[in-house]
Every structure is written in C-alpha cells, then in structure tokens.
C-alpha cells in the first residue's frame, strides 16, 4: 500500500510522547467532563464507555473503554470483561445497522512494543470493515484517509446506541 500524507497520526505521535511527560489520561479526562458531543463518546454504561478513535484507521473506529482508569489487562474483574464485551457487541450491531459495515476487526494493543498508543488505560479497537477498503489490515497500515467528519458520525451513531441501551 502507498503510504499517503495522515497529518492526524503525526499529531496522535506528538500526543503520545506529551502523554508521557505529563502523565494526563486522555479517557480520565473525557470521563470527568460532560460534553460527550465533543469527547464523541457515545454511550457510557457503569463500568465502559465507548468513544469514537480520535485518530481512526476507518470511519467508524470506536473505543471500548473500561471506566477504571487500569493499563493491566489481566487486573480487569469478570463484570469489566462483560461490559467490555457487551458495548463491542452493541457498538458492531449500531455500526451494521448505521454504516453498513461488511466485517470488523476487533482488538487490544498491550504494551508500547504492540502499538499502544495510550498505555495506562486499557482499550479495545472496534474497526469497521467494507469489502474493497484496503487489502490488509489498516490497524497496522497505519496510512488510512478519512474523508467523514467525525462530528457527523458521532451524530449518525448515537442514536443506534442510546437505543441500543435502553432495550
Ligand atoms: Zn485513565
């Protein structure tokens, strides 16, 4: 694949090395606010919440996030790994639904090594696929453009999930 101009990667990289001088969780933060439109998260339940990747490898990349603010996978609870799997599951179903997505590719990056790009706070990558995208996966291609305003997809999907959780 070509590798083409993603100015946002650039910014995200820069992000990462100031994550680590000042230590400030980026999900934390969104957490402690309220204005969910401009964090683009999209429905927080108990103990997850779920935001769109602010640096996404596809329209429609979300983030599964436990609330606890933890980097250890293995000190997750039982009920944290069911809540976890429960908004993955609502979050392909809204994404078929609203976007028509073909396949997803689902995962976690543990450790700096992996790709991690916020590594104090645990979460899972929900990428939607279509058939035709790329050839291979661009969770690591790292060279996908998005042309859809991420405002607007917020828009498009909050609806799915606010249903989604009330049923
Ligand atoms: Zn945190």
Redesign the pocket.
Known sequence: MDRLWAPWRMKYILSTVQQDMNDE?????M?AETDDEKNLILCRDQLAFVVMNLYPYNSGHLLIVPTR??GDFASLTNEEHVALAKLMRISQNVITQVMSAHGFNLGMNLGRVSGAGIL??LHYHVVPRWNGDCNFMPVVADTKVISEDLHAGWRKLRDGFLEAMQS
């Open positions: 969780c980026i999900f934390c933060r957490l603010h933890t104090n706070h």
